[in-house]
């Protein structure tokens, strides 16, 4: 959030969603909506290995 922020977005909110978790025998399923324009945008990233999930939404919302 803090890299984002650094890149001083003018006029722009930014909120950020991550979800972290242990990788197991389990399953797991992420979703999310949201209401946009054409100025405002999203990036999601995800990354696992033998132990741990991570998964991550920016969105930057533009604010008049």
Partial sequence: MSRVKDLDFKRY???CN???GA???NSIRIASRCLMDELDSFA???FKNPHLFASAQVYG???E
């Fill in 13 to 15: 909110k930014i909120v």
């Fill in 18 to 20: 991550v979800t972290l």
């Fill in 23 to 25: 990788v197991e025998n």
């Fill in 44 to 46: 999601d990233g995800s």
């Fill in 61 to 63: 919302i533009y604010q």
